[in-house]
């Protein structure tokens, strides 16, 4: 490729200015973000002035206590934490829909996301204090071991049925519903507080938000994108096939597994303190894919910065929807993305998707 561009300036000039556009989108998506994230910060039941809200970030002792306590206790955690799930969630349902070639993959639509709140239930009902940690890092932990499984058990069936779409989807979908169940009996035996805690999971909530949480979601978040950044190339060449990744030299299998594990640990770490929040990780990659291309060293920051400004986006909404009421942010998300899943369906069948 490199010398075919070399002897042709004009083919080489317009590979450069699509790099260019598409590090402009990039950067456009950013400061979408970041819009989102103040307009965030002033919603609320007492709105902020931006002048002010931009002072008390800047300045914090220049405000009251009450605007001062709003701002960094209340509001700044849960616009910071609708960031960073979305982007984790964009940026696993990117990594899940190339490693198992299947554009309807989600850490949801295929039962991962499931697999977390089980794994979470569990940490809620039972008592596991003897392991010595704090319920901040059981629930995560329970959590991302059994997406883990999930994972790994979606990868075997996907290998053993050929990676066919239909065949993948709907085994996914049966495990959703299995794990799904297996979190009702946990419901039916748990104890009132723990109910109540497995309820908020599975309503998916920014409530509970801290800074310190965010902080660990924010780590694992980096360094899951410094590993996927480093196998972006090897994540495009299988994009374009299993047969062309492994006749130049990669190990498909253990990139796969070690992709699947990543999207475990996202998937894990973004549900851990805030519950089920859907349709984030399946639509976002599509709008990424759509505006910056199949290269991954673009779409997987591209997905995350997507995922970023529409559940930030979202949680703008779930403010907005009842005026003086927040709608817990998985409800919105889910109004908002059925009907996107389901025109993704209906166009990939229109295609003659398998």
Wanted: hydrophobic fraction near 55%; charged fraction near 10%.
């Amino acid at each position: 490729m490199k010398p075919l561009m070399s002897n042709n300036p004009s083919l080489a000039s317009l590979y450069q200015q699509q790099i260019r556009w598409r590090v402009i989108t990039l950067v456009a998506l950013a400061f979408i973000c970041i819009t989102s994230l103040i307009l965030d910060l002033s919603q609320g039941p007492a709105p902020l002035p931006y002048l002010e809200l931009i002072k008390g970030l800047w300045q914090p002792d220049t405000l009251p206590a009450a605007q001062r306590v709003i701002i960094w206790d209340v509001r700044l955690p849960y616009a910071v934490m609708a960031i960073l799930v979305g982007a984790a969630l964009g940026l696993a349902g990117a990594e899940m829909q190339t490693a198992l070639n299947n554009p309807l993959a989600s850490p949801f639509t295929l039962g991962v996301g499931s697999a977390a709140t089980f794994g979470a239930s569990l940490a809620i009902v039972f008592d596991f204090s003897g392991l010595g940690l704090s319920p901040t890092f059981l629930m995560p932990l329970f959590a991302f071991a059994c997406a883990s499984v999930a994972s790994l058990l979606i990868l075997s069936v996907a290998s053993k049925l050929g990676g066919s779409v239909q065949s993948v989807l709907l085994f996914g979908i049966a495990l959703m519903f299995g794990l799904n169940a297996m979190v009702g009996i946990l419901q039916f035996v748990a104890d009132e507080g723990a109910l109540q805690q497995i309820v908020f999971w599975t309503m998916g909530s920014l409530a509970r938000a801290s800074l310190n949480k965010a902080t660990l979601v924010a780590l694992v978040l980096l360094i899951c994108c410094i590993f996927s950044l480093r196998n972006s190339w090897s994540m495009t060449l299988l994009r374009s096939g299993e047969e062309q990744a492994q006749s130049m030299g990669i190990n498909v299998k253990r990139l796969r597994v070690m992709t699947l594990l990543r999207v475990s640990l996202l998937t894990a770490a973004a549900l851990a303190f805030v519950g089920e929040i859907g349709f984030i990780g399946l639509v976002a990659p599509h709008i990424a894919r759509m505006i910056v291309g199949e290269s991954h060293r673009m779409f997987l920051l591209g997905s995350a910065l997507t995922g970023a400004v529409l559940l930030s986006l979202s949680s703008i909404a779930s403010k907005a929807i009842i005026p003086g009421l927040i709608l817990p942010i998985g409800m919105v998300t889910s109004i908002i993305g059925i009907p996107v899943f389901v025109t993704l369906i209906y166009q990939h069948q229109k295609r003659g998707g398998q």
